[in-house]
């Protein structure tokens, strides 16, 4: 049985930090690319990041770059998204997803993502 337990979440203030994690089981880690998703209340999930399966290849949404970084560690089997310089905008519901390897790339639709976490909440206050 896969699962996927996020951790991490809270509540900042805008210009903080926050690290969020996800612990997979029952599945190889290996043989699948890694995503954090978000959801707004009233707004559609949104693909915040990727790392493909072998850790060489990120991509972020244009309104993350250069704040947020994704890291997986297949040791582990564990993914990060490190989250600097929150902007109240970036409140949401983060959840962790897992994606085939059969696919040579990141999509950012949540549809073809198999596995999913639970989620949790991060809050940023101005």
């Known amino acids: 049985q896969v699962q996927m337990v996020e951790s991490g979440g809270g509540s900042v203030q805008t210009g903080g930090s926050l690290r969020l994690s996800c612990t997979a089981s029952g599945l190889t880690f290996d043989n699948y690319h890694m995503a954090w998703f978000r959801q707004a209340p009233g707004k559609e999930r949104e693909r915040v990041a990727c790392i493909t399966e072998s850790g060489r290849t990120t991509d972020y949404a244009d309104s993350v770059k250069g704040r947020f970084t994704i890291s997986r560690d297949s040791a582990k089997n564990t993914l990060d998204l490190q989250m600097s310089n929150l902007k109240p905008e970036d409140t949401a519901i983060y959840s962790c997803?897992?994606?085939?390897?059969?696919?040579?790339?990141?999509?950012?639709?949540?549809?073809?993502?198999?596995?999913w976490g639970q989620g949790t909440q991060v809050t940023v206050s101005s």
């Open positions: 997803a897992a994606l085939h390897l059969s696919y040579y790339y990141c999509p950012t639709s949540w549809s073809p993502y198999i596995y």
